[in-house]
């Protein structure tokens, strides 16, 4: 989802553009653990450019949540965990509509609204 960048809403859900963005992350992700002197121990690994910060947070059961910021949002370790521990397991995973083995893309209006909520509330992302 993207909240600061205008988007075309016939390609919000485009397959194309979820494989170039999953085949970017998994190459990303890959070419830093590997020139990284350290592994990060809490989950959370951020990437710098001179454009763009990535902030991606790593959970314990393979989940990714990830967050495209420009290079003055400062560090969102404790926002990236804000929302997986107080929106994501509170919406999604006690729901009992969810299945971690499903495939299918995660449908949970509440799950939006709080994650909108939170974002929108963010000095970064005003």
Known sequence: REW??????????DPEKQ??????????????????AVKPKDGMMTI??????MHQFFTASGMR???????NAGDLRQNMYHIYAMIWVECVV?????????TKAVDSPLFDRQLN??????SCFR
Do not use: C, H, I
Request: hydrophobic letters at 30%; a positive charge; aromatic letters at 10%.
């Open 94 to 102: 006690k729901s009992p509509l969810w299945s971690p083995q499903s």
């Open 65 to 71: 949540f990830v967050l495209n910021t420009d290079n």
């Open 4 to 13: 600061q960048k205008p988007s075309d809403p016939r390609r919000a859900n």
């Open 19 to 36: 494989r170039l963005v999953y085949g970017s992350l998994y190459s990303l992700n890959d070419m830093v653990q590997r020139m990284a």
């Open 48 to 53: 710098k450019t001179n454009r763009f910060t």
């Open 117 to 122: 909520a939170y974002l929108e509330g963010l």
